[in-house]
Nanobody
Framework: QYKLVESGGGSVQPGGSLRLSCVAS????????IGWFRQAPGKEREGVSC????????NYAEDVKDRFVISRDNAKSTVYLQMNGLTPEDTAVYFC?????????????????WGQGTQVTVSA
């Protein structure tokens, strides 16, 4: 059974950067497309970015596409989310998740493997 573990969250000032990591603790990730989601207080969870199993296809939400970069290193069983130009509106708990069965990563309601989340806080 795969288990996903996120890290890299923290508190930064507006305009700052963070890099989140998502590691598979049990085995390799290359059978999963991976997505990053976030949930802000009082709001629904939303998809932020996703990447296909081999990294050839990526997708971004409109409000992050010029600031965030998703990547993966299957040899390290790790997916990254580089977040630049952070704003207070990016404050949320960020989760990584996996979607199996060779499905497209943009099937946002199809993810079946989840991490515990990591807090990102952007404030002055």
């Amino acid at each position: 059974q795969y288990k996903l573990v996120e890290s890299g969250g923290g508190s930064v000032q507006p305009g700052g950067s963070l890099r989140l990591s998502c590691v598979a603790s049990e085995s390799t990730l290359d059978s999963y497309a991976i997505g990053w989601f976030r949930q802000a207080p009082g709001k629904e969870r939303e998809g932020v970015s996703c990447i296909s199993r081999l990294g050839g296809t990526t997708n971004y939400a409109e409000d992050v596409k010029d600031r965030f970069v998703i990547s993966r290193d299957n040899a390290k069983s790790t997916v990254y989310l580089q977040m630049n130009g952070l704003t207070p509106e990016d404050t949320a708990v960020y989760f990584c998740a996996g979607i199996s069965g060779f499905r497209r990563c943009t099937i946002w309601n199809g993810y079946d493997l989840w991490g515990q989340g990591t807090q990102v806080t952007v404030s002055a």
